[in-house]
Nanobody, 116 residues
Framework: EVQLVESGGGLVQPGGSLRLSCTAS????????VSWFRQAPGKGREYVAT????????IVADSVKGRATVSRDNDKNTVYLQIDKLKSEDSAVYFC?????????WGQGAQVTVSS
């Protein structure tokens, strides 16, 4: 069974940093891309970044380019998303996602709130 579990969310002050983790199981992690999405209240789901199986990390969302890094540790079956210089508009539920055997899988989400 494919499982994705996010952790590391919480309340962060503006200007601070946060690292989210997505721990995966149930599929060939080291050769599978895992992505991060986020959804703010009242908005659609935004595609943020992808960590490919070969280690390449790509930041897609213009809103976090220059402030975000995506990485993975294949020994720990974990993908990370770090965002620095957090802004209030980074507040959202962050989800990790993968596509295995023609099926989309999502984690339960991690709430990130940026507020003073």
């Amino acid at each position: 069974e494919v499982q994705l579990v996010e952790s590391g969310g919480g309340l962060v002050q503006p200007g601070g940093s946060l690292r989210l983790s997505c721990t995966a199981s149930g599929f060939a992690f080291s050769v599978t891309s895992v992505s991060w999405f986020r959804q703010a209240p009242g908005k659609g789901r935004e595609y943020v970044a992808t960590a490919h199986g070969d280690g390449r990390g790509i930041i897609v969302a213009d809103s976090v380019k220059g402030r975000a890094t995506v990485s993975r540790d294949n020994d720990k079956n974990t993908v990370y998303l770090q965002i620095d210089k957090l802004k209030s508009e980074d507040s959202a539920v962050y989800f990790c996602h993968t596509f295995v055997s023609l099926t989309n899988y999502w984690g339960q989400g991690a709430q990130v709130t940026v507020s003073s």
